[in-house]
């Protein structure tokens, strides 16, 4: 057994775990999902390296139905973004079913994008050219977040346009409330289509996988959508994904999630993974009884509910030496000693805060000079960017010399000769050199 086989082998755990379940039903309001074989069971994984994982059927085609509308959302917040979205489509609970009747009594709005009337919606407003066709937009997209080109299920499009009355009621409603830029009764073909595009649970895990990834798709490296997209996206399964049930689901399980009527269930496990399950009998909310166990047992099991504390960021500062705890540098001649303070791994908010602490720590008088040694750091996002940039740019302002071990220049600061002065942070590319200067050996 490869050391991975130990995720496989818990996803087939719990496939055996679930695979007994007999309850529920497949649906037949759509008559070719009746056909679906209500034994079939899948279970598949997705990491943020593109790992692949999965056990029982994988690889059995199915049709997306509701698991499609976060993506198409997705695809409609990047060429539209949150605000024009949202002048057409709430984003609030509805605590009613997928297909309600009902609209914002006084908007005329959808509650949200998961419900079908929302859903039309969305659709409607994806662009339609004749270079670039509506359909073909969405498929694409939806292609781009499997990473792989999908096709559509002509025989489920077709009995799903032959019996949509119920959405096609939707859209008239919905013509009918308001001034909409588009028209959702054109558009409401396109959703049936959309509907029926087809892929396997590990398709729907990768696609899990891209939001959980920013909007990157860990198999392709494809950035599908903005990372602010892909976390607005995210937010409204959060809330909404799973219809009537949703307030439940995120108390139990405790993750941005999508059912479809045709048993496929995404979960998202934000820069974790993405998870998928297919198994065609449905509860009466719409969502598959194996699918919702096997995903909830995951989520208790990994511990993974979002408003769980996550296991706290490893230990980010490595090293605070204050100047009395350093010995004096050089060919015997005692040098003005320095503070010193070493970072590891990502920075970010926390890890930036714990930094700016150390340093603080690290010059107990307030007028030290001081070596922030970065070598081991990882990566800097924005935010601690700005909070280093500011903290140590204090420091150095207030007279004392401010030094930053920075060879992948994370920081972006101005080596030692370049013009600034001593009142201002500099980036070297060894400690021994950043100690140098600090005591006033080198250009300053
Ligand atoms: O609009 C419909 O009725 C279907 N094409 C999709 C509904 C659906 O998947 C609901 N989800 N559980």
Known sequence: MSAAEAVTEALRELHARFAPLGEGSVAEYIPQLARSDPGAFGLALVS?????????????????????????????????????????????????AYNAISLEPDTGRPDNAMVNAGAIIT????????????FERVLDCLSRFAGRELDVDEQV?????????RNRALAYLIRSTGPLPVDPVAAVDTYF????????????????????H????????????????????????????MYDGSGDWLLRVGLPAKSGVSGGLIAVSPARFGLAAYSPRLDPTGTSVRGRAAVGALSEE?????????????????????????????????????????AQ???????????????????????????????????????????????????AASGARTAVVDRADRLALPGPGEPGGPAVPRGFATRARALAWCTGDGPG
């Not at 920013?214 to 607005?232: D, I, K, M, S, Y």
């Open 48 to 96: 943020m390296d593109g790992h692949r994982y999965g056990a029982g059927d994988t690889t059995v085609p199915f049709t997306l139905q509701s698991v499609s509308k976060p993506f198409v959302y997705a695809l409609a917040l990047s060429l539209l973004g949150l605000d024009e979205v949202g002048r057409w489509v709430n984003a609030e609970p509805s605590g009613e």
């Open 123 to 134: 659709t409607a407003l994806i662009p339609d050219t004749s270079g670039a066709p509506r």
């Open 157 to 165: 499009y077709a009995s799903e346009a032959a019996t949509g009355d």
């Open 193 to 212: 289509r959309q509907c029926a595009v087809r892929a396997t649970a590990t398709d729907l895990a990768a696609m899990a996988a891209t939001l959980a």
């Open 214 to 241: 920013g909007g990157v798709n860990p198999l392709t490296g494809e950035a599908v959508v903005p990372g602010p997209v892909a976390a607005q996206t995210l937010a409204v399964m959060a809330t909404c994904g």
């Open 302 to 342: 990994l511990g993974l509910h979002l408003m769980h504390n996550p296991a706290l960021a490893g230990s980010t500062v490595t090293l605070i030496a204050t100047p009395d705890e350093l010995p004096t540098a050089g060919a015997g001649v005692p040098r003005e000693r320095v503070a010193v303070v070493a």
């Open 345 to 395: 791994g990502a920075l970010d908010f926390t890890a930036a805060e714990r930094v700016l602490y150390a340093l603080d720590e690290a010059r107990p008088g307030g007028t030290e000079p001081v070596v922030l040694d970065l070598t081991e750091v990882t990566g800097v996002d924005r935010v601690a960017f700005t909070m280093l940039s500011g903290g140590l740019g204090r420091i």
